[in-house]
């Protein structure tokens, strides 16, 4: 019997989506193998348990139905591998096409129960001038689009989103990136987010000199405080602790009056334990320079990954150089270059050849410290010292606080006219 759709979660419900779209959907492509794995095993080291090379071949475990659409236990996870048909298949028939309309509708019912609006592919085609170049935000799948008046976001997805959408859709949050939207046509997911006027965070402290953008030392620690503040709603004040796993200044997007949004969950996943433990994974992605000892080495998964992470983004912030860039002026570790800041005699003057130079000086020297302190204890090698994020929120809303208007906000008028960035 056909398990029934109340039973399966909502990631499942999406992994079954996506499936039954690779499988029904009109495109050049033909189902080889089916491969189903068991998600007992921690975070993404899947081990296989069913493998069928001919669809009808049906195992215990998973259930098909006349129409090919699939019902999936809620600790299975499906994995198609496509390949191209063979030159003697045939074509795909009227009622193919009608069955996968059928599901598509069902796909869109489903969707605006989650309260996203389901766009047809047309709509978006319009919102981006047919995907115009034009209109693709430099070095990413994702479009600026105009949608009813209102500019937006459309990024083109190959792959599972479930676990994103049903993350996105469950959060609300000024500094969390937010989701609209969905649509699926020929096999890609498109997720409309809402749009950030001013880009992303990299393309204001990296390669500024070239640029002309710059942010001043109030907006950068105001950048840091929204940050700190939206990860630490997505590791407390969720229904189920999430970590991010992939925070950088390029995940990071600035809207129309520089607050931060939080960007691209692909790798985001929840805790798994309490307070104190660590989930582990076999499985370790991230960005190099951003990945904590414990995660690299061991596949500890804890939301002090993100402190961590937090920790160089804001000596990026502060430096308005790319981590790898101070490690390779410096010659030295991290934490020896913000050591030789915090306890040196002559602090005050390496602390003057870290900080961005577009700044000019324009920046309170002693609240400078105070913010190389904190990421000195943000990058701490030991996991239980770091400081849990709604410290560090409270630490740089002192910070804030008392960081005088060093320039006028005339200064900062200029705008990118086409946001970039990962969404």
Request: aromatic letters at 8%; a negative charge; hydrophobic letters at 40%.
């Amino acid at each position: 019997m056909v398990q029934p759709m109340a039973s399966v979660s909502l990631v499942s419900l999406f992994t079954l989506l996506f499936c039954c779209c690779l499988i029904q959907a009109p495109q050049p492509y033909a189902v080889r193998t089916l491969q189903i794995q068991s998600l007992d095993t921690p975070a993404m080291a899947y081990t296989p348990v069913a493998e069928i090379a001919d669809i009808n071949e049906v195992p215990r475990n998973v259930t098909f139905q006349t129409n090919q659409m699939v019902i999936v236990p809620i600790n299975c996870y499906l994995h198609l591998q496509l390949q191209p048909p063979a030159y003697n298949e045939k074509p795909l028939g009227k009622k193919f096409v009608d069955e996968s309309q059928d599901f598509l509708d069902s796909m869109s019912s489903i969707a605006q129960s989650l309260n996203l609006k389901v766009y047809k592919f047309e709509e978006l085609q319009v919102a981006t001038d047919n995907f115009s170049p034009d209109c693709q935000i430099k070095g990413s799948s994702v479009y600026r689009g105009l949608v009813k008046g209102d500019f937006a976001a459309i990024k083109k997805v190959h792959g599972d989103v479930s676990k994103e959408i049903e993350l996105l859709n469950t959060v609300n949050h000024s500094n969390l990136i937010r989701l609209s939207g969905v649509c699926f046509d020929n096999g890609h997911w498109y997720l409309v987010y809402e749009y950030a006027a001013n880009g992303a965070l990299s393309d204001w402290i990296y390669n500024n000199n070239k640029s002309g953008k710059y942010l001043t030392w109030r907006q950068r620690i105001q950048v840091a405080s929204d940050i700190a503040t939206g990860l630490n709603y997505l590791h407390i004040l969720t229904n189920h602790p999430h970590v991010h796993k992939d925070l950088k200044c390029s995940n990071v997007l600035l809207d129309g009056d520089f607050r931060a949004k939080i960007t691209n969950f692909a790798l985001a996943r929840s805790t798994e334990g309490e307070d104190g433990q660590f989930a582990l994974t076999k499985h370790i992605v991230g960005t190099k320079g951003y990945m904590a000892l414990e995660y690299v080495e061991n596949g500890m998964v804890s939301t002090k990954i993100d402190v961590y992470a937090f920790g160089v983004l804001l000596l990026e912030v502060i430096s308005g150089k790319e981590a790898a860039a101070i490690y390779g002026e410096e010659h030295m570790k991290l934490s020896e270059i913000l050591r030789n800041v915090v306890q040196e005699k002559d602090g005050h003057e390496v602390l003057k050849r870290l900080i961005d130079p577009c700044m000019l000086d324009n920046y309170p020297l002693e609240l400078a410290i105070l913010v190389v302190n904190l990421i000195n204890s943000c990058l701490t090698k030991e996991p239980n010292a770091r400081p849990a994020m709604d410290e560090i929120v409270h630490s740089l809303s002192r910070i804030l606080t008392a960081s005088p208007e060093w320039e006028s906000s005339s200064s900062n008028t200029s705008r990118s006219q086409t946001s970039s960035g990962s969404y």
